[in-house]
């Protein structure tokens, strides 16, 4: 087991070894610390624990080829850029929202406009639906009914961990797949304003 007297050096050894308790040992030791960092930046406790477990799932996913010489360091960072990632979304989606508010009461509002925004709606739509099953679920349940992931746990009678890596799985698949659609609608809603 891996001990805060272990210096982060023998623990990344370990690590690219891919033993999963030495993984869990780095969870456990850092996801708190993580976490606090987080939601003092973003403000919101469910954002805070999605950012902490995407860096995580991440960490694990390319366990085999990443190269990390201060996990410490590393993971701190991860968070850093993971909040100012947050940030950028968040104000995409506010002039989104505003946008959309804005254009909506506005009867002249222009069709290129229009377009846009159908486009949009119907490419989360799809998006969503492609996610896994399950996935798909406990996604709609979060963004489209609001319910916490321990409401979730509790109506699909799963660990709140789980709620949150779907969560989290649903975000970060929803990202890939509109990753070019929402690069090309940042640049141009900033340009209407």
């Known amino acids: ?3 805060q007297e272990d210096n982060d050096t023998d623990f990344i050894q370990h690590l690219t070894l891919t033993e999963e308790h030495v993984f869990k040992d780095i969870y456990d030791r850092y996801w708190q610390k993580m976490y606090r960092l987080a939601q003092t930046k973003v ?10 477990q995407e860096i995580f799932l991440d960490l ?8 990390i010489r201060e996990i410490e360091r590393y993971l701190f960072t991860s968070v850093k850029y993971k909040v100012l990632d947050y940030i950028k979304q968040e ?3 506010k002039r989104y929202i505003d946008f959309v508010v804005t254009n909506d009461s506005d009867i002249d509002c222009d069709s290129e406009q229009k377009i846009a925004f159908k486009e949009l709606s119907t ?8 996610l896994p099953e399950k996935t798909k679920i406990i996604f709609e349940m979060s963004r489209m009914q609001f319910k916490s992931a321990e409401e979730i746990s509790n109506v699909l009678n799963i660990s709140t961990r789980t709620v ?5 799985q649903g975000l970060r698949l929803l990202r890939i797949y509109l990753k070019d659609y929402i690069v090309i609608s940042f640049f141009y809603f900033c340009n209407l304003y």
């Open 123 to 130: 490419e989360i739509a799809t998006g969503i639906n492609q």
């Open 1 to 3: 087991m891996y001990s």
């Open 60 to 67: 694990w996913q390319r366990r085999k080829e990443v190269e």
């Open 43 to 52: 403000g919101h406790s469910e954002n805070a624990k999605e950012i902490v």
């Open 91 to 93: 104000i995409l989606r």
């Open 164 to 168: 949150e890596y779907h969560i989290t």
